[in-house]
């Protein structure tokens, strides 16, 4: 499975931005994909995740209300809508593929996530 992310740029507070990620493989419909963010000098959180039909999502605290995850498998997509953005998420999005089904309890872990892209740059300026 490969994963490119893309949509990323520089943005004011307060604007919408919406990322993407494709991924190629045979698996990559048949598993959750998430959308992670590291900023300068910080480790790499947890932001959304999709399970592998898009019925369900799961939202780190700080994104509920203001980020949906979504996904397309007819096209290979999964996207994150992002609203209300704030300059505290600058960070670099990364799109991950895990491969096997995960719940509530371990989809938030990066570790359980074997595939990544290459990361988008997301700067919101204040």
């Known amino acids: 499975v490969q994963l490119q992310a893309s949509g990323g740029g520089l943005v004011q507070a307060g604007a919408d931005l919406r990322l993407s990620c494709v991924g190629s493989?045979?698996?990559?419909?048949?598993?959750?994909v998430g959308w992670f963010r590291q900023a300068p000098g910080k480790e790499r959180e947890f932001v959304a995740a999709?399970?592998?039909?898009?019925?369900?999502?799961y939202y780190a605290d700080s994104v509920k209300g203001r980020f949906t995850i979504s996904r397309d498998n007819a096209k290979n997509m999964v996207y994150l809508q992002m609203s209300r953005t704030k300059p505290e998420e600058t960070a670099v999005y990364y799109c991950?593929?895990?491969?096997?089904?995960?719940?509530?309890?371990?989809?938030?872990?990066?570790?359980?996530?074997?595939?990544w892209g290459q990361g988008t740059l997301v700067t919101v300026s204040s």
């Open positions: 999709v399970n592998w039909s898009g019925g369900r999502t």
């Open positions: 991950a593929a895990a491969q096997r089904a995960l719940d509530a309890g371990t989809i938030q872990d990066p570790n359980n996530y074997r595939y």
């Open positions: 493989g045979r698996t990559f419909n048949y598993y959750p």
